[in-house]
C-alpha cells in the first residue's frame, strides 16, 4: 500500500547545530514531497516544498534532498534556533490528487 | 484574506453519541480535505470534498462521513463515537484539487474531539 515512514519521532538538538529528518515513501509513481511544520496549538503549515526532478531545494536555512531511486528525501535545517521547536511532517504524493503524511518528528532546539 | 476556521474548538462527547464538525475554507478555495490527528499517527486522511462530491476517502469506518455545500463549506460527522476517536480534526483548503503540487493546502486550526 501507500505509505510515508518518517525518522526520527523525536529530535533534540542545540541551539546552532543542524538538524535532519528522513522520510521514505512506498510508491514509485510519488511526484510531489512538501513538508510541514506544526508548533504547539497550531495548525500545520507548509514550509518547504519539492517536486521529482528536482534533487535539492534550499530556502534559507532549510533545504530538502530528493532521492528517487531509493525513494527518501530529508529535511535540513542549520543553525538550528529555539523557534525551530514544532512538529515537522513530510508528505508524498501518489497520485496527483492524494497526498499522504508521515507520523511526524518533534523537534526540540535547546538554547 | 481569513483563513479556514474550524468549529467548535474543543468538543466533549460520550461513547455512542455522534458529533459534527464544520470547516470554512478560505474564500474561493473549493477543494476541503479532512484529517485525523493522533499522537504517534500523524495526519491520517479521512476524506476530501470538492465541488460538492466526495472526491478521496481515506481508510476509515462508515462512522466518518462527511458533506460540502454549495459555498464549500464543509462538514464533517461521526457516529456512534468510539473512545478511540478522540483526536484533533483538522481541515484543510485548497484552491483546486490536482495536482497536489500546484495547489497548497492550508490548515485550520483543529477542533480537539474528547471522547468519554
Known amino acids: 500500500g501507500e505509505n510515508v515512514e518518517q525518522h526520527p519521532s523525536t529530535l533534540s538538538v542545540q541551539e546552532g547545530d543542524s538538524a535532519v529528518i528522513k522520510c521514505t515513501y512506498s510508491?514509485?509513481?510519488?511526484?510531489?514531497f512538501p513538508w510541514y511544520k506544526q508548533e504547539l496549538g497550531k495548525r500545520p503549515q507548509l514550509i518547504i516544498d519539492?517536486?521529482?526532478?528536482?534533487g535539492e531545494k534550499k530556502d534559507q536555512r532549510i533545504a530538502v534532498t530528493l532521492n528517487k531511486t531509493a525513494k527518501h528525501f530529508s529535511l535540513h535545517i542549520t543553525e538550528t534556533q529555539p523557534e525551530d521547536s514544532a512538529v515537522y511532517f513530510c508528505a508524498a504524493s501518489p497520485r496527483a490528487d492524494k497526498l499522504i503524511f508521515g507520523t511526524g518528528t518533534r523537534l526540540q532546539v535547546f538554547p | 484574506k481569513a483563513g479556514v476556521t474550524q468549529t467548535p474548538r474543543y468538543l466533549i462527547k460520550t461513547r455512542g453519541q455522534q458529533v459534527t464538525l464544520s470547516c470554512s475554507p478560505i474564500s474561493g478555495h473549493r477543494s476541503v480535505s479532512w484529517y485525523q490527528q493522533t499522537p504517534g499517527q500523524g495526519l491520517q486522511f479521512l476524506f476530501e470534498?470538492?465541488?460538492?462530491?466526495?472526491?478521496n476517502k481515506g481508510n476509515f469506518p462508515g462512522r466518518f462521513s462527511g458533506r460540502q455545500f454549495s459555498n464549500s463549506r464543509s462538514e464533517m460527522n461521526v457516529s456512534t463515537l468510539e473512545l478511540g476517536d478522540s483526536a484533533l480534526y483538522l481541515c484543510?483548503?485548497?484552491?483546486?484539487?490536482?495536482?497536489?503540487?500546484?495547489?497548497?493546502?492550508?490548515f485550520g486550526p483543529g477542533t480537539r474531539l474528547t471522547v468519554t
Open positions: 484543510a483548503s485548497s484552491l483546486g484539487l490536482a495536482p497536489r503540487s500546484s495547489y497548497e493546502q492550508y
Open positions: 510508491d514509485s509513481a510519488s511526484n510531489y
Open positions: 519539492i517536486r521529482s526532478n528536482v
Open positions: 470534498y470538492f465541488s460538492e462530491t466526495q472526491r
